[in-house]
């Protein structure tokens, strides 16, 4: 046998030990998709909070589209805390408070450059919620619902501020 095929063959074998090894040492379990699940909760909740930040400090209304896109945002963030609270049994932190624009105000291009960061943003982290296993009794559900409307919104934002030559 030649080195080649022999140093071939170790390296199979050594794969296939290892692979054994590690679907015997760590099996799929329930308690760890849904502490996976868990953990993608708060992970979407955390940039929800950071998307209504930056919403809050942009300079324009867009035709009341950015306040009602945030209103939603919000909703979706309220019902992820509730889908925490609904696996945990307690509410889950929140991050600083709704109102907060002391960051200060983005200049005209800055705030439409913005509503479109934010909205691929919502877009990301409603896909993100879908692929999650668990519902979180319903609550699950309700955000992607709020952050569709969120994504409308803005949308709708993104036109009226291009309609207007913003």
Do not use: C
Not at 105 to 114: A, E, G, K, L, V
């Amino acid at each position: 046998m030649s080195s080649l095929s022999l140093l071939l063959r170790r390296s199979v074998m050594a794969v296939t030990a290892l692979t054994l090894g590690l679907s015997v040492t760590l099996p799929a379990s329930a308690e760890s998709f849904q502490r996976a699940s868990n953990q993608n909760l708060w992970h979407v909740r955390h940039h929800l909070e950071f998307d209504i930040d930056q919403l809050q400090r942009d300079q324009r209304d867009y035709g009341g589209y950015r306040v009602r896109a945030i209103a939603n945002v919000q909703a979706a963030r309220e019902q992820l805390l509730q889908a925490e609270e609904f696996e945990h049994g307690r509410r889950m932190g929140g991050f600083g408070g709704d109102d907060d624009t002391s960051g200060g105000m983005r200049d005209q291009w800055q705030s439409d450059r913005n509503l479109w960061m934010v909205r691929r943003d919502i877009e990301r982290q409603s896909l993100q919620l879908e692929r999650d296993a668990s519902d979180y009794g319903g609550h699950k559900a309700a955000a992607i619902a709020a952050l569709q409307r969120a994504r409308r919104d803005l949308t709708v934002a993104e036109r009226y501020a291009h309609r207007r030559g913003y």
